[in-house]
């Protein structure tokens, strides 16, 4: 029974991060991508899961039947499982919004919430049930190891599924299978908890019916065409309207094609990003032939995503001698040229064009060539990824690629008749970048915008006389950019307005160690969606350290104030308040080495998947080493305190490393020497998070005899602070703070965490 039981732990972390990052993904198809989005669903799935585990699990203890409640929870999580996949994919249909239109913050926040908490909930009660279990059937182990344990055995399941979704699940099976299979295993595995209780109570025969009757179906629905149904049937519902040709999952993310009779739209995650045969001609020929028409003698142009479907086409049309281009998910390209149409055929298998299925950003670091114009066909920094694409640091690495009198064109949303202060603060602070990097930057307003940077001055000189001359002289052959057109753009009343506009605007630049520009995107995005809400973000902006300081301060102030009055209850949760900001500190690091690493080297993804492995094995290999050495700890509230002060330390060494290595990140040998350096620091966080969790199990056992309130309570504040980590990390600290700050304040949180518990242990007369 015990090592069925360490089976059950060890896929319940199997199953807990397979259906986090299986419906993850699939809410990022109905949210766009959003970043902020991403933000809200893990918060989500951390707090009800907490939720489940504290206040759930914790009746393990009034139960008689434990194993059947542990089967019953576990049988509701694999029957719910398919069910939230169906009801994702069907969600804007429920909602009433139409395939294409965006989700507001509170609908995000409200689906994403009622979708999770059966799954999130029952998962995180398995957690301390299972505790509980596992110490009834271990009785030679101590309660303390017995908490340390099942928090190793999960951890290890949460790699197996990350490592087994990431290189097993995403290239062969859709998320219906995926579903399915997980349910499946769910329901195999209570079977074989129920074998040696069958004949005790009615409860486990009616259990062992109903995971008899979910796994014959599961099974029957892999192994038969009627999961390929749902499948089809839930997309269908899910881009009601349109004829989906074509629906795939990369480790990029997904890809969807639609088709209206000869037209094609290609989408991902569920943004459309070209259109063909037939292109958005007004996007595509102002873009193209307004930057290119700026330059005297254009021969070698790089195009940075946004290529295919009519931007290549329309280059072609000048005297160019090479077309390099680049693009993120090389998924995409391969779409495409399944669904050929004769303006990609014709523009991709032009011997001028040469692709490089490459991270456009990790393309300019390592190429040794040199460009007339360099294009990013991304208009908005909306996530990390493309935020790279607008900083002061891209900014320089390409004035360092283009020739004398090159130039960059990039584009951001705009418009001709108003600008909201978050639409004037995304231009102006991606404009103010542009300006610190190049002496000339030319502005055309418009219902996008199109900023043309170069180091020449020639730039600044550009005339609508000039660019109709050369559209004559090259013989173009366009539908929409004529001389008078041209005039219409170029007017210097469009530039004057624009300025008048962005006037009172940020005055903030964009940096990878500080992506603002992601964040006055996010903040665009929910003024369009989330009007009522336009204030947070707002407030958010004026955020910096001391006002951080300001509550934390007052939080352990009062805390201590209380303390010292005699009330027990306030240094009980010491302990929990330190694990919480550890949870918290854990997450932070992760997101802070994962956005790093996507600033040096762009998004890829296997080497990403490695940095969070690295860290899910730190966890697992202190939580096993803590646990094994537990019973030989004396002075385990004074190692408690080490680890403290360890996990401080690392808060200032995690920039310290970036700052001091920065000045020579553009050097192949520290970009080869980081692909070690970022694993091995990942590796070090999650041993620092995991070795406190079993040493805090144990004190706080000390305190309190009740395993199960223990381990629902600890796991529970661990969650939580991960919640608040993965909340405002991703949205609010990094962007805004950026690197240096954020960990500052996530040392001053472990300071206050380690002064509590140095007065909870006097108090209590812990500390010898």
Not at 74 to 89: E, G, K, T
Not at 263 to 289: K, M, N, R
Not at 408 to 422: A, D, Q
Request: charged residues 15%; aromatic residues 12%; neutral net charge.
């Amino acid at each position: 029974m015990r090592r069925c039981l360490i089976f059950a732990i060890v896929v319940m972390g199997f199953s807990g991060i397979v259906v986090q990052i299986l419906l993850l993904r699939e809410f990022l198809v109905v949210f766009s991508g959003n970043e902020l989005a991403i933000g809200i669903i893990l918060a989500n799935w951390l707090i009800l899961e907490a939720f489940g585990s504290l206040f759930v699990g914790k009746r393990v203890e009034h139960l008689k039947e434990r194993l059947e409640a542990f089967v019953g929870l576990q049988l509701l999580f694999s029957l719910c499982l398919p069910l939230a996949v169906y009801s994702i994919r069907i969600l804007k249909e429920l909602v009433g919004v139409i395939p294409g239109q965006g989700l507001g913050m509170i609908t995000v926040l409200y689906s994403s919430f009622l979708v999770f908490a059966p799954l999130s909930i029952t998962h995180g009660a398995l957690f301390t049930f299972g505790c509980k279990l596992y110490s009834l059937h271990s009785v030679s182990e101590g309660k303390a190891s017995s908490i340390g344990k099942v928090y190793v055995h999960e951890t290890l399941g949460t790699i197996f599924g990350a490592v087994a979704f990431t290189y097993l699940f995403v290239p062969f099976l859709h998320s219906v299978l995926i579903a399915l299979g997980v349910a499946l295993l769910n329901s195999l595995l209570c079977l074989l908890l129920l074998g040696s209780s069958l004949h005790k109570s009615l409860t486990s025969r009616a259990l062992a019916g109903g995971s008899l009757v979910c796994l014959v179906l599961c099974g029957y629905l892999i192994f038969s065409p009627k999961a390929d149904k749902i499948h089809h049937l839930s997309i269908s519902q899910q881009w009601r309207g349109q004829e989906v040709v074509h629906y795939q999952n990369s480790i990029y993310g997904n890809i969807t094609v639609t088709q209206r009779g000869e037209q094609y739209t290609f989408f991902s995650d569920g943004i459309s990003i070209l259109t063909a045969p037939v292109p958005d001609i007004t996007f595509v020929e102002e873009f193209v032939h307004l930057p290119l028409l700026s330059h005297p003698l254009p021969k070698k142009v790089l195009v940075i995503s946004g290529g295919a479907g009519g931007v290549i086409h329309e280059i072609l049309k000048h005297p160019v001698e090479k077309v390099d281009y680049t693009e993120l998910d090389p998924l995409l390209l391969e779409v495409v040229q399944r669904f050929p149409t004769s303006l990609t055929e014709a523009e991709l298998a032009d011997p001028r064009v040469n692709i490089e299925y490459l991270d456009g950003r990790f393309f300019i670091k390592g190429t040794p060539h040199r460009y007339d114009l360099v294009l990013v066909g991304i208009s908005n920094p909306s996530t990390l990824q493309i935020n790279r694409l607008f900083s002061k640091e891209f900014f320089s690495l390409v004035k360092g690629r283009l020739e004398k009198g090159g130039i960059l064109v990039t584009v951001l949303p705009g418009s001709l008749t108003y600008l909201s202060k978050e639409l004037g603060d995304l231009n102006a602070c991606i404009l103010n970048t542009l300006k610190g990097v190049y002496p000339y930057v030319l502005i055309i307003p418009g219902d996008f915008n199109l900023f043309l940077a170069s180091s020449s001055s020639e730039v600044s000189l550009i005339n609508h006389t000039l660019l109709s001359q050369r559209l004559n002289e090259r013989g173009l052959e366009v539908s929409l950019l004529t001389p008078s057109h041209i005039k219409y753009k170029l007017a210097s009343r469009w530039v004057d307005w624009f300025s008048a506009s962005i006037k009172g605007a940020t005055e903030k630049i964009n940096q990878d160690f500080s992506p603002l520009g992601m964040f006055y995107s996010l903040a665009y995005w929910n003024s369009l969606f989330s009007p009522h809400t336009k204030w947070l973000f707002r407030w958010f902006e004026q955020v910096d350290l001391r006002l951080l300081i300001i509550p934390l301060s007052i939080f352990t102030l009062v805390f201590l104030i209380i303390c010292f009055k005699g009330s027990t209850i306030f240094t009980e949760l010491s302990i929990p308040f330190a694990i919480m900001a550890s949870g918290f500190a854990g997450m932070i690091f992760d997101l802070a080495l994962i956005y790093t690493f996507q600033t040096l080297y762009g998004y890829v993804f296997h080497q990403i998947g490695v940095l969070v492995a690295a860290f899910m094995v730190g966890i697992a290999a202190g939580s096993l080493a803590m646990t094994s050495l537990l019973e030989n700890v004396k002075r385990d509230f004074a190692s408690f305190i080490g680890l403290e002060l360890a996990l401080i330390l690392f808060s200032g060494v995690l920039p310290a490393i970036f700052l001091l290595f920065s000045p020579y990140l553009d050097r192949p040998a520290v970009l080869s020497l980081f692909r070690v350096i970022f694993p091995a620091l990942s590796l070090v966080s999650g041993l620092l998070i995991g070795t406190q969790f079993p040493l805090a199990s144990k004190i706080y056992l000390k305190r309190s005899s009740d395993l199960s309130g223990t381990a629902g309570l600890l796991y529970g504040a661990d969650l939580a602070g991960g919640w608040l980590g993965g909340l405002l990390g991703g949205v609010l600290l990094l962007p805004v703070l950026g690197l240096i700050q954020t960990c500052t304040a996530v040392a001053l949180l472990k300071m206050m965490s380690l002064l509590i518990l140095l007065v909870s242990a006097i108090l209590n007369k812990e500390l010898r």
